[in-house]
């Protein structure tokens, strides 16, 4: 497959790129640092461009860098992101809070917008994977920016399965769980004071503990990229939590599981 990744030069998009060249694939990374290691041990299969995928001038100039080269792509994955501003939201910074929300939704948006026309001309079912993050499915204080960017992803996600169901493709958003990366090296660097009691020392703990499966992250995005996965769209899946593996489009889109895995609204009625 023809993938285009974003956030490959670090963190959970660097590690599931090697892992998918490993298998094969041809990536295509967009970040915005240097990836020069990643483009010397896989030559024939990495390509990569430096972008800051929040300035869509940048990124539209990429998507027609990749259309020279590529015809066609198979698949998207949004992996960029920043864990941004942090602190109460009624004191943050507002310069700082609107960077970390255009950095996380906007970049998101932008990657898909640039490269849908390169996903359209597949000659399979095309595939789009975004990735969620804290603060997604529950009140994560201190991080509001972050979260919202995080929640708003999923929305996107479940607005542009429901505008495209009639085409051949799949888009889905992934909760990665607490993956040891930078976010978590930020959070520790922050202190308790900045970061918040209960964020402070969930992250000592993951830090001692050594995090979650980066491994079922991967596994899942693999998943997704299969036909295994095919009319699964829509829906926000836990790679640690879920047993993704196990499910099946005809049971998911039945009226009656229409809404699991979702963001709804529960009541009492």
Known sequence: MKLVITGTSSGI???????????????????????????????????????????????????????????????????????????????????????????????????????????????????????????????????SAYGSAKTAIVRLVETIAEEEKDRALDINAIAPGAINTRLLEEVLALGRNKAGDHEYAAALKQKAEGGQSITKVIELVEWLLSQSSDHISGRLLSAQWDSWNTMRSEELNSSEQHDLYTLRRKTLT
């Open 13 to 143: 998009g660097k590690t599931l790129t090697l892992a998918l060249l490993n298998k094969g694939h041809e990536v295509w990374g967009i970040a915005r640092s240097d990836q020069s290691e990643i483009k010397n041990e896989y030559p024939a299969l990495f390509h990569f461009s430096a972008c800051d995928i929040s300035v869509w001038e940048s990124l539209d100039k990429v998507s027609q860098d990749v259309s020279k080269l590529w015809p066609s792509i198979d698949a998207i994955i949004t992996c960029a992101g920043i864990q941004g501003e942090v602190g109460r939201t009624l004191f943050s910074n507002p310069l700082n809070w609107d960077h970390t929300v255009r950095a996380n939704l906007q970049g998101t948006f932008h990657t898909l917008r640039a490269f849908n026309s390169l996903l359209e001309k597949t000659s399979r079912r095309g595939k789009i994977i975004c990735f969620s993050g804290g603060g997604a499915t529950k009140a994560r204080p201190n991080f």
